[in-house]
């Protein structure tokens, strides 16, 4: 199976500084990369993809990074705001649409 | 366009004891998944449909765990008999796309099963 796993599990950030969490994948051969919020007691969000032919996509105070010599994958949040904390996961797309998740990053933003 | 629904959200049974979650997914998505989300864990899939058929349920424990997406829409899982390690929320999750394209994930908000 897949192998994606985060570096640090839990994360905590003063209001409107800048945010970056961290994940690692096993499989060479991943081409699609997915990063998701999850609220408590909620199911994950999408919050903004990345295919391997890209190494930086940008969204609404998201980017992501994305190094495949390293097979490392980051989300940087920029000017966090306290409706920002949650679990982050980073998920792994194989070709047969099965999406592995990673353990996840608890962020947690302080006033 | 409404999100994925899912059923009951709260589930308390004791080991030993059969229970069933639904799933309605986003109207006109294709591939639909069942994943295990124990506390404190990522969510794990344990199986994925596309239409009616199973493309993948190499991680669903068969001697316990059963699926079905009888036509290509709704799907249920059962667990008979559960055991205390069940305990996790069950998310269901789909996606509009179809032979081998990618895409977003779209989740329900789960059902919470604890087992006593």
């Known amino acids: 199976g897949e192998s994606v796993g985060l570096h640090l599990p839990t994360l905590s950030v003063q209001e409107g500084d800048n945010s970056i969490i961290n994940c690692a994948y096993s499989n060479s051969a991943s081409d699609y990369f997915i990063w998701y919020k999850q609220e408590s007691g909620k199911g994950p969000q999408f919050i903004i993809d990345?295919?391997?032919?890209?190494d930086k996509r940008q969204g609404q105070r998201v980017t992501v990074l994305l190094n495949k010599t390293v097979k490392h994958l980051s989300l940087q949040i920029a000017a966090t705001q306290p409706g920002d904390s949650a679990v982050y996961f980073c998920?792994?797309?194989?070709?047969?649409?099965?999406?592995?998740f990673g353990t996840g990053t608890s962020l947690t933003v302080i006033p | 366009e409404a999100g994925v629904a899912q059923s009951p959200r709260y589930k308390i049974i004791e080991k030993r004891q059969s229970v069933a979650f639904w799933c309605n997914p986003i109207s006109g998505h294709a591939t639909l998944y069942w994943y295990q989300q124990i506390l404190g864990q990522g969510p794990k899939l344990l199986i994925q449909?596309?239409?009616?058929?199973?493309?993948?349920d190499s991680q669903l424990p068969k001697d316990r765990f059963s699926a079905e997406r009888l036509k290509g829409v709704d799907s249920t899982l059962k667990i008979q008999p559960a055991k205390l390690e069940d305990s996790a929320v069950y998310l269901c999750?789909?996606?509009?796309?179809?032979?081998?394209?990618?895409?977003?994930?779209?989740f329900g908000e789960g059902s919470r099963l604890t087992v006593l």
């Open positions: 998920a792994d797309v194989n070709t047969g649409n099965q999406f592995y």
């Open positions: 990345i295919r391997s032919n890209m």
């Open positions: 449909f596309q239409n009616n058929g199973v493309v993948d």
């Open positions: 999750a789909s996606s509009r796309n179809s032979g081998g394209s990618t895409g977003e994930l779209f």
